[in-house]
């Protein structure tokens, strides 16, 4: 996986962000397991995840996935997102 530095950072980042919108919802925490294994396997660092995903469970099973290396993840996130009336 090619990657880029984060401005002046030093941090290295992943040229692809996989988004992780279906984490808890349409995945479920196995499926979503397996999904993260798979693109960190592939080189990804880079996450996007929001509050509304899943009711924040997107949120909660990333956190859960990310325990132990933190550090080498760069990741995304939105808050008060809510879409409707």
Same mark, same amino acid.
């Given at each position: 996986m090619k990657t880029k530095l +984060? @401005?002046? *950072? @030093? &941090? =290295? &980042? =992943?040229? +692809?962000?996989?988004? *992780?919108?279906s984490f808890g919802g349409d995945a479920d925490e196995p499926t979503s397991a397996a999904m993260y294994k798979a693109v960190r396997d592939a080189g990804i660092n880079f996450f996007d995840t929001a509050d509304e995903y899943s009711k924040g469970k997107s949120e909660e099973i990333l956190g859960r996935l990310m325990k132990g290396h933190r550090d080498e993840l760069v990741v995304t996130t939105k808050v008060n997102s809510q879409q409707g009336p």
């Open positions: +984060l @401005g002046r *950072t @030093g &941090v =290295s &980042v =992943s040229e +692809l962000c996989f988004g *992780t919108m």
